[in-house]
């Protein structure tokens, strides 16, 4: 018997899970749900009733089809890399996507894909033939339908956009466990919602995903800064002019004298800036021609490499990015309005709890918003974007002391106008998710009634209606 629960977390009924059982391969044991019950975070734990892994995409539609008739709260998941229980569910089925992950042939530029296929399987597949996805993230073990669904930002995305931009077709089941088929000429309602979604309509079950063809070697130039605004004058400069094909920028304490800045401060007090910007090319490079108009960073060194060692590639790990899953990752990350950007950045990484870890990733990256055009991303107006991210990874018992500092670090980036990337720790209101939406709030309600009408998909994340009076 399944215990369902409503969005309020009050049990609603009792439900005989036996019909699904002889529909899909199911657990229900300690074990797997336990295993299901925490994300990446490791901020918030939900035990879900039973695990479901779909062997097939009508899998997935029986156990959202089950769910919908019996009104049961159904959470999706792939890699499990967000970090607010966003891919959990309390009491109800959990979808482990991870079985979904058959890769088809490259045609016309493209390649289907399913959705619980992780990114580096697929960069492994296709960089064989010549191809790369336009847009990689810093971990490629997430699979296919958790970016999609996040949208995905990476090093080129000041060229190709977001992951979800660079998709031509989906195949998803709706949350009234309609099998759909959407993209911008077919069901272009259901394509918009779905992509970057959060999986609030449809569950992803297929996606046809650009390619771009990959030159056989690359070479990465490494810039240090000093000064911020030096760093973003360089940024513009190599955004606008799209001359890099991976463009990335982290953010260091000094190392001179760090003893001295730990003992009266946070460690963000002093920093400096590393760029690192990655080019494509086929025979000889014009190094200096690369570099032209740069003039406000030291040029620390220079890689050359095959097309196997793009950034965050087949063979590599993103910064913040580490495997051991004991550790708590509270990730404040969003976007930012280009202008004051620098100063803006400075006032969050000043606030950022004094004991926070020194070896904490930050991330900067600029794009300009016309590459962007996935609906449900919200981002700031503005023709250029500031990308920002604080990437802690801590023992649990740090949450406590380091939490309320983290949380007034993405308080501070929203209050400056700027935009939350959702696969972080967030813990919004109703009145903030209106905000975070905006002018895209109403349509946002109604897909929700339209694709997921009984509100079972991936419930409690976004807070559709006001909290009841205490």
Excluded at 39 to 55: I, N
Excluded at 108 to 132: F, I
Excluded at 136 to 141: A, I, M, P
Excluded at 339 to 366: I, Q
Aim: proline share 6%.
């Amino acid at each position: 018997m399944l215990n369902v629960e409503s969005d309020t977390g009050a049990p609603v009924r009792v439900v005989d899970i036996a019909p699904l059982r002889a529909a899909v391969a199911l657990r229900d044991d300690d074990e797997g749900r336990e295993a299901a019950s925490i994300d990446f975070g490791r901020l918030v734990r939900k035990t879900p009733r039973a695990v479901v892994k779909p062997r097939s995409p009508d899998d997935v539609r029986r156990t959202v089809d089950f769910a919908c008739r019996a009104r049961c709260p159904v959470a999706v998941r792939g890699a499990g890399h967000s970090q607010a229980g966003q891919s959990l569910t309390d009491g109800g089925i959990l979808l482990d996507m991870t079985g979904l992950d058959r890769i088809g042939e490259i045609r016309d530029g493209a390649v289907r894909v399913q959705a619980g296929a992780t990114w580096r399987k697929l960069v492994r597949h296709v960089q064989a033939r010549g191809y790369l996805p336009p847009v990689l993230t810093t971990s490629l073990d997430v699979t296919v339908g958790g970016t999609l669904s996040t949208g995905g930002f990476g090093a080129s995305s000041h060229r190709y956009g977001a992951q979800s931009d660079n998709v031509d077709e989906l195949v998803a089941v709706a949350g009234d466990a309609r099998r759909l088929r959407c993209s911008r000429a077919e069901n272009p309602a259901l394509f918009d919602g779905v992509r970057g979604g959060l999986g609030q309509f449809a569950v992803i079950t297929e996606a046809r995903i650009r390619l771009r063809r990959a030159l056989p070697r690359v070479r990465t130039f490494f810039l240090a800064y000093d000064d911020i605004e030096a760093l973003l004058r360089d940024q513009r400069q190599v955004v606008s002019d799209d001359r890099f094909e991976y463009v990335a920028s982290t953010c260091f304490p000094r190392t001179v004298g760090l003893a001295r800045l730990l003992a009266r401060g946070s460690p963000f007090a002093e920093r400096r800036y590393v760029m690192s910007l990655t080019t494509e090319f086929d025979g000889e490079l014009d190094a200096g021609g690369a570099l032209a108009g740069l003039r406000g960073g030291r040029l620390l060194g220079v890689e050359d490499g095959s097309a196997r060692d793009v950034p965050f590639g087949p063979d590599r790990s993103g910064p913040g990015n580490r495997d051991d899953r004991s550790l708590a990752h509270p990730w404040i990350e969003g976007i930012l309005p280009w202008r004051d950007a620098g100063r803006r950045v400075a006032e969050v990484l000043a606030g950022l709890p004094r004991d926070l870890p020194t070896d904490t990733a930050v991330l900067l990256w600029s794009a300009r918003r016309d590459r962007f055009g996935t609906p449900m991303l919200a981002l700031p107006a503005g023709e250029m974007l500031m990308g920002f991210a604080v990437l802690p990874a801590v023992k649990p018992e740090a949450l406590a002391r380091l939490l309320p500092g983290l949380e007034a670090a993405g308080r501070r980036l929203t209050a400056m106008g700027g935009k939350r990337y959702l696969s972080g720790w967030i813990d919004y209101d109703h009145e903030q998710w209106r905000d975070h939406f905006g002018e895209l709030w109403p349509r946002v309600l109604e897909w929700k009634a339209s694709f997921d009408p009984h509100g079972i998909l991936n419930p409690g994340f976004i807070r559709y209606r006001p909290a009841p009076p205490a």
